[in-house]
């Protein structure tokens, strides 16, 4: 496992406690953001290693965060998993194309959300590994 700091963006008080719950169980540092405004500062101040993001956000969508955080030369290197409710058809497409490395469906499960932690969490590690080795 990697130790490292993960985001939780998510509006609901009780989702959030679960993820909390979750993540310091396996290891991982928590930040927690409500709204997307929160997401950006937390993340512009803290650097987190990973970010899990709610789409259905009170202020700004999720999506919006992710473009946001793309957009930046400093910030678009973190991985974004979206959380989303109501997954419909093209729900992975629009995650993806706003520039979320990863998707899971609500309601996620403790394994699912294991396995997406630790893989683009892995993949974020050796792309770096590969950016400082090359000159
Ligand atoms: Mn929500």
């Not at 290693?49 to 999720?62: E, K, R, T």
């Not at 469906?105 to 590994?129: C, Y």
Request: proline letters at 4%.
């Amino acid at each position: 496992m990697i130790t490292a700091t993960i985001l939780c963006v998510e509006d609901n008080p009780q989702s959030r406690r679960l993820l909390r719950k979750f993540l310091s169980a396996w290891g991982y540092q928590v930040l927690e953001a409500s709204d997307g405004l929160t997401a950006l500062t937390v993340t512009a101040r803290e650097m987190p290693d990973l970010i899990l993001m709610d789409v259905n956000l009170p202020d700004i969508s999720g999506l919006d965060v992710t473009r946001r955080l793309q957009a930046s030369r400093t910030l678009s290197s973190i991985p974004i998993v979206a959380l989303t409710a109501n997954a419909m058809i093209g729900d992975r497409e629009a995650c993806l194309a706003a520039g979320c490395s990863g998707y899971l469906a609500k309601p996620v499960l403790k394994s699912d959300l294991l396995d997406a932690v630790e893989l683009h969490l892995e993949r974020a590690a050796q792309r770096n590994q590969q950016n400082s080795t090359s000159v």
